[in-house]
């Protein structure tokens, strides 16, 4: 390649070669990200692209061509011409002699570790470190120190990467952690008693942690790592909407770690949606459709109980409707729900009802990331999509009007906690649709199982006014469909005609072609990063 | 490809004589009669010698006071072909990692002795012990209790003498 040091958008680049292959990067990448970019993965346990790289682990040493000494790939800038040789005998000889000294105090116990298996001591050492070790002495012993919060360290598993020490100085800025001692003594600690207690962001330091030093409390012993399946998807916490992967065995949600996004999370999520799962793994779900007010209510396949519903929309046209959303469905169901009250007649209440926190939480070193004041996930899809916020902080009361309707009622999603076995006495067609029954369904003409975000595909929107897809990790419990599947199916009858979309990209693309605040956008499109609406936010009323 | 017939040429009826082989029959017959060799065994009244690889019953190794050696690590179920073994690890008064649930169907269990090889603890065994039979079919889930309660012998997977068997 001509060497001009210009790209065609005009950032300057420079050209080397990595392991005889040449790769072309921008001015200032290192080499262990050069090298990852030409797709060799070198072992780094000090560099975490979200931190600064003190080059101080000395397991990516490399070769570069003219310099003395081995160079460590993480802080050695790629220059123009530089040939870098990874996997030299020098640099393989010079790895593996770094891998046996961090063996010389680990306590290799790697069947009660529970980063067994994600471990990248263990891969580095399956992979260049040597077959048997050669120590004789005793191996020092430190035991565990309780951090407060959600962490627990295990000094004897450490590798000193100071990643932890890092994050909590240059991206927590709380700098509760630090090294004490040096040489072989040398363990990470807390200041005084204090520990991580009551740092909303320390729960990052397990996810970063190369080895089982630092682990979370909540998941010690729960699962393997190999055992888990790993389903991208978004915290449903708050309406930052971060990045997330659930990690699920025996159809259970088991832990949640941060996936990348530079323009949301970065590599980070707060401890309150890390801990924020258990509603996912709640039982007593509902299963099966049924039809019929209190006493009379009887099961009823999902033909018989739509096929009624239908009748009953067709009958109530032009009637006053009342729509209950909620901030934790996806803008599929809610859209499609509001086009369904549409369809049947006269909308005068369009709600959802969601947590409020006192104030927002922001990560100082990645300042677009914070715990923001709205504890549900799509409360700005609700906002776009025309539902507007009712009841107090703590999502419950602000439903007298829609109680006493004498109309049309929609729940969808909301458990109406709160509210008494009166609810929607006089309403004259009352469809609750949740994923948990409620004492206060119980005049519901309709009871309607529908599924969490966690067991559908769908879209969030965030604060950033972003939408995002995820994916479903858990099998949906008995009969319990998608709200859009079940919506669209009722609307495209409704309609007459109309298709009704059989998948989740259907569904987005009606979203898509229905609503302007959404034009424009696909769903293969979104990918896994999302993409921010077309329009800012109040979205317009559907037909 | 044709399936050939290969035609055995046999001696025409009433051209042969079967005296040679009954007496060659009869002469094993009263072989045995002099000298019994037995190859039958007079089970249950005599036990058949179990070969030291003899993969049968699980049973679950014990530390001096009583505690099981598994340490929860999740190799077992993990490596089970038959999925045979429940596993579910936590953490005892002392901050030791122990098995709250261990389960091993013995009906789904292939025998196989893998999860005896896969051990790092050497807590999980397979043994020289075979008479399962019960009156329920509940009964053959073992739990941990019933696992460490096991006092049959152990199957060697090697002949420790031999080091290239390992």
Redesign the interface.
Same mark, same amino acid.
């Given at each position: 390649m001509p060497d001009n040091g210009r790209s065609p958008a005009g950032a300057a680049t420079v050209t080397l070669t990595i392991d005889d292959r040449e790769v072309t990067v921008p001015k200032g990448t290192s080499l262990l990200e050069a090298a990852a970019l030409q797709g060799t993965a070198l072992p780094h346990y000090c560099y975490h692209p979200g931190l600064s790289a003190p080059a101080q682990c000395r397991i990516c040493l490399v070769e570069v061509e003219g310099a003395p000494k081995l160079q460590p790939s993480c802080v050695t800038m790629a220059q123009d011409g530089q040939v870098v040789k990874t996997d030299s005998p020098e640099a393989l000889k010079m790895r593996k002699g770094v891998l046996e000294f961090y063996l010389v105090n680990h306590p290799l116990d790697?069947?009660?570790c529970d980063m067994?298996g994600e471990c990248k001591l263990q891969d580095y050492v399956f992979a260049e470190g040597r077959e048997h070790g050669r120590g004789r002495e005793p191996k020092r012993v430190f035991g =565990?120190d309780d951090f407060g919060g959600d962490v627990l360290y295990y000094g004897d598993r450490c590798v000193m990467c100071t990643r932890c020490v890092r994050f909590m100085d240059e991206v927590a800025r709380d700098s509760r952690l630090t090294v004490v001692e040096r040489g072989s003594r040398a363990v990470i600690d807390t200041f005084f008693d204090e520990g991580l207690e009551g740092a909303s962001f320390a729960g990052n330091v397990v996810d970063i942690c190369p080895v089982g030093a630092l682990v979370s409390k909540d998941f010690?012993?729960?699962a =393997?790592a190999?055992?888990l399946d790993s389903t991208p998807s978004v915290c449903p916490g708050c309406s930052q909407g971060c990045n997330i992967e659930l990690h699920t065995r025996d159809n259970l949600v088991q832990r949640l770690k941060p996936r990348e996004n530079a323009e949301v999370n970065g590599h980070w999520m707060c401890d309150f949606g890390r801990a924020n799962y258990e509603g996912l793994n709640r039982g007593g779900r509902l299963e099966a459709p049924a039809a019929g007010r209190g006493a009379k209510r009887r099961p009823a396949g999902w033909d018989e109980a739509l096929g009624q519903l239908f009748a009953r929309l067709q009958a109530a046209a032009g009637a006053d409707v009342k729509i209950v959303g909620s901030a934790e469905w996806s803008c599929e169901g809610l859209a499609a729900l509001a086009a369904v009250g549409a369809e049947t007649g006269e909308v005068s209440a369009r709600v959802f009802r969601s947590r409020c926190a006192a104030d927002e939480d922001r990560l100082p070193g990645f300042p677009a990331l914070a715990r923001r004041r709205d504890l549900a996930p799509n409360v700005d899809g609700a906002r776009t999509l025309g539902f507007s916020r009712v009841g107090g902080e703590d999502a419950a009361g602000g439903l007298e009007e829609v109680a006493a309707h004498d109309g049309v009622l929609f729940v969808l999603g909301d458990d109406l906690a709160d509210q008494e076995a009166a609810f929607g006495e006089a309403a004259s067609l009352f469809v609750y649709m949740g994923a948990h029954g409620s004492e206060a369904a119980a005049n519901a003409d309709f009871v309607l199982p529908v599924t969490t975000f966690a067991e559908q595909e769908g879209t969030f929107v965030n604060v950033q006014q972003r939408v995002q897809r995820f994916w479903p990790g858990l099998r949906a419990p008995g009969e319990a469909r998608p709200a859009w599947l079940v919506l669209g199916a009722l609307l495209a009858a409704l309609r007459g005609g109309e298709a009704a979309p059989a998948s989740a990209a259907a569904a987005f693309s009606w979203l898509a072609g229905e609503r302007a605040a959404f034009a424009g956008l696909s769903y293969e499109g979104l990918g896994a990063e999302g993409a921010p609406l077309a329009a800012p936010a109040g979205g317009n009323g559907a037909a | 490809m044709a399936i050939s017939v290969k035609v055995m040429k046999r001696p025409e009826a009433g051209r042969t004589s079967y005296m040679r082989a009954t007496l060659k029959g009869m002469s094993l017959t009263f072989k045995h009669l002099v000298r019994p060799q037995a190859a039958t065994l007079e089970y249950p009244e005599e036990q058949p010698d179990l070969h030291p690889r003899w993969r049968g019953t699980h049973r679950m190794e014990v530390h001096a006071d009583g505690r099981p050696k598994c *340490?929860?690590? @999740?190799?077992c179920p993990?490596v089970c072909p038959a999925n045979c073994i429940r596993l579910v @690890?936590?953490?005892d008064d002392q @901050?030791v990692?122990y098995p709250i649930v261990y389960e091993i169907d013995e009906f789904r269990c292939i025998f196989c002795g893998m999860c005896q090889e896969v051990c790092? *603890?050497e807590a999980i065994h397979v043994g020289h012990h075979f008479e399962n039979a019960e009156y329920e079919r509940d009964r053959f889930v073992y739990d941990l209790d019933r696992l460490m309660d096991q006092d049959h012998s152990t199957t060697l997977l090697w002949d420790p003498s031999d080091r290239r068997s390992e």
């Open positions: 790697c069947p009660i067994s =565990r010690l012993h729960k =393997r190999w055992d | *340490v929860a690590c @999740g190799l993990t @690890g936590g953490e @901050g990692r790092p *603890v």
